[in-house]
């Protein structure tokens, strides 16, 4: 899955968790994209742990951060 895919599911998935979510401005995009930065943010964490093994994987999800961010 390119980055740009999966930042687009991770937003997809987190849109459909705000839709349930009472929002006084109404403004679902800007709370899924939120979520999704969080999700990605907790991943690049948790792989900043062994950075050296995980380089690669850790790209990616900055790649994928990159592409929600552009959303």
Partial sequence: ???K???KELFDKCELSC???LCFDDDWEALA???ALIAV???IE???EHHW???NVTEY???VKHEIEKL
Avoid: F, S, W
């Fill in 1 to 3: 899955m390119t980055p």
């Fill in 5 to 7: 895919e999966k930042a």
């Fill in 19 to 21: 839709a349930g979510i």
């Fill in 33 to 35: 994209k939120q979520c």
């Fill in 41 to 43: 943010d907790e991943v």
């Fill in 46 to 48: 948790a792989l900043h």
């Fill in 53 to 55: 093994q995980n380089r």
């Fill in 61 to 63: 999800y900055r790649e």
